[in-house]
Nanobody, 130 residues
Framework: EVQLAESGGGLVQAGGSLRLSCAAS????????IGWFRQAPGKEREGVSC????????HYTDSVKGRFTLVSDNARGTVYLQMNSLKPEDTAVYYC???????????????????????WGQGTQVTVSS
């Protein structure tokens, strides 16, 4: 069974950094697109970033490009989302996701939707104070 577990959320001041972790169990990342979503209070869930299942390419939405960085450690079965220069509008619950069919590109990352990914973690809260 594919399982994902996020960790690393917390409270940070604007301009600070956090590193989220997504640990996989029951599968390896090979052949899976791995992504991150977030959902802010009162808002719809939105895609943040993804790793291509074909070439390992890293892709980000415009709102986080240049501030967030994905790192995949296949040996540890963990994907990290390094978040720098955090802003209050980054406050949200962050979810790690995986899917064997989603095609992650610079274009598709901007339009990621819930139904694109089969496997979801439980989420981790990130709060950025102003």
């Amino acid at each position: 069974e594919v399982q994902l577990a996020e960790s690393g959320g917390g409270l940070v001041q604007a301009g600070g950094s956090l590193r989220l972790s997504c640990a996989a169990s029951g599968f390896t990342f090979d052949g899976y697109a791995i992504g991150w979503f977030r959902q802010a209070p009162g808002k719809e869930r939105e895609g943040v970033s993804c790793i291509s299942r074909t070439d390992g390419g890293l892709h980000y939405t415009d709102s986080v490009k240049g501030r967030f960085t994905l790192v995949s450690d296949n040996a540890r079965g963990t994907v990290y989302l390094q978040m720098n220069s955090l802003k209050p509008e980054d406050t949200a619950v962050y979810y790690c996701v995986a899917d064997r069919l989603f095609s992650c590109t610079d274009y598709t990352v901007q339009y990621m939707d819930d139904y694109d990914f089969v496997s979801w973690g439980q989420g981790t809260q990130v709060t950025v104070s102003s």
